[in-house]
């Protein structure tokens, strides 16, 4: 059974930075594509960034620049460095990773509790 557990969110003052981890149980996890997501209250969930098993990076352009996505096989972790914080960027932010390997999903299967990030102005 797949399990992702997000852990780092808290609050900080707009220009701050976190640092959000993500570790997941199961095998063979460098070979599946890692996300984060978001959800602010009132919003729909939106992506935030994603990383392949070949390390390739992709970011919505909210957060270009500011966020970077990276993960370390060896501890089955998924880190998303956030820097340049705004109010904006308040939400509850969730990690997930899809059923197959080796792929560029268009949906995730399992996902994280969530971890929550309120950034003050």
């Known amino acids: 059974q797949v399990q992702l557990v997000e852990s780092g969110g808290g609050l900080v003052q707009a220009g701050g930075s976190l640092r959000l981890s993500c570790t997941v149980s199961?095998?063979?996890?460098?070979?599946?594509?890692m996300g984060w997501f978001r959800q602010a209250p009132g919003k729909d969930r939106e992506f935030v960034a994603n990383?392949?098993?070949?390390?390739?990076?992709y970011y919505a352009d909210s957060v270009k620049g500011r966020f970077a996505i990276s993960r370390d096989s060896a501890k089955n972790t998924v880190y998303l460095q956030m820097n340049s914080l705004k109010p904006e960027d308040t939400a509850t932010y969730y990690c997930?990773?899809?059923?197959?390997?080796?792929?560029?999903?268009?949906?995730?299967?399992?996902w994280g509790q969530g971890t929550q990030v309120t950034v003050s102005s």
């Open positions: 199961g095998r063979a996890f460098s070979t599946y594509t």
């Open positions: 997930a990773r899809p059923m197959n390997p080796y792929s560029m999903p268009s949906s995730y299967k399992y």
């Open positions: 990383i392949n098993w070949r390390s390739s990076t």
